[in-house]
């Protein structure tokens, strides 16, 4: 008699996600769905999330009113290092740097002859970017995030982690990692860290940074995966959270032979409201 009701709930176990195990088929998947929803143009707002920048987006997003001088002078020194301080004449008709198309480039096992994103000229900073070129920019870029994010759904259930020194800002973009080592690897040096644990659903808004995030994929050489980074772009104010359990551990370091540090993490279990 109670056969049926046990199949039913039978069908509603769905498989625990495993980085290691799932990581793979789960950035194919993701990075699948993301070339059929997003044009290019759509990635170059995406790309530039992954970039320092974002802390600048991020104060524009609140209204702040800013001198961002400082920035574009690191960015243009950044471009003289790397000697690709340029003026429109350096681009091509697809909107890339001149560069040999034929090269094979090396993405985990697979090779492709794509050419990376710069976030030099996705920002157009030549000799003569001033603040409120840069402002304009970031703000078209705000501006498009909003109608991207609006429009995508993550389809998966997973955990997603979030590391900082501060408390959780429910006003701005924000990056998560599907691997919570990753998202705690520039705090290393930190000694009290808040690690927010963030439980998406399908429904959630929110974007995978997969390869094409990365790269101008003209040739259509570049494969599937997350192989750059497993991060995931989220608007924090778009997520409505609950906060379902706190704890605190702390875990040893080992500095060298004669000393070890002891850090404090601060763990936030949280679950977005009304989602299935």
Do not use: W
Request: with cysteine; proline share 1%; glycine share 2%.
């Amino acid at each position: 008699m109670n056969e049926p009701e046990v199949v039913e709930k039978a069908k509603e176990i769905e498989k625990v996600f495993d980085y290691e195990e799932d990581i793979e088929e789960l950035g194919q998947k993701l990075d699948k769905k993301n070339r059929e929803t997003f044009s290019k143009e759509d990635f170059d707002n995406i790309f530039i999330t992954s970039t320092e920048v974002l802390e600048d987006i991020n104060k524009l997003k609140q209204n702040e009113k800013l001198d961002f001088n400082e920035r574009i002078e690191n960015l243009k020194e950044e471009a003289l290092k790397t000697e690709i301080l340029f003026s429109s004449e350096d681009f091509d008709i697809f909107g890339s740097m001149s560069e040999d198309r034929t090269k094979i480039n090396n993405l985990g096992s697979h090779k492709h002859r794509e050419i990376k994103k710069s976030k030099f000229r996705l920002l157009d900073i030549t000799k003569h970017t001033d603040n409120e070129q840069y402002i304009n920019h970031l703000t078209e870029i705000i501006k498009n995030l909003d109608k991207l994010i609006d429009k995508s759904e993550f389809g998966y259930k997973l955990n997603a982690f979030y590391a900082s020194t501060l408390p959780l800002n429910n006003k701005e973009y924000n990056i998560l990692y599907i691997n919570p080592k990753n998202s705690l690897e520039h705090l290393k040096d930190c000694d009290k860290i808040n690690l927010y644990n963030i439980k998406l659903n399908k429904k959630t808004k929110a974007i995978a940074l997969t390869n094409i995030a990365y790269f101008d994929n003209n040739n259509k050489t570049l494969p599937l995966g997350m192989d750059i980074s497993d991060k995931i772009l989220v608007d924090m104010s778009k997520l409505k959270l609950e906060l379902k359990k706190q704890k605190l551990f702390r875990i040893n370091q080992e500095i060298d032979e004669l000393e070890v540090r002891t850090k404090i993490i601060c763990v936030y279990e949280y679950e977005e409201l009304g989602k299935e």
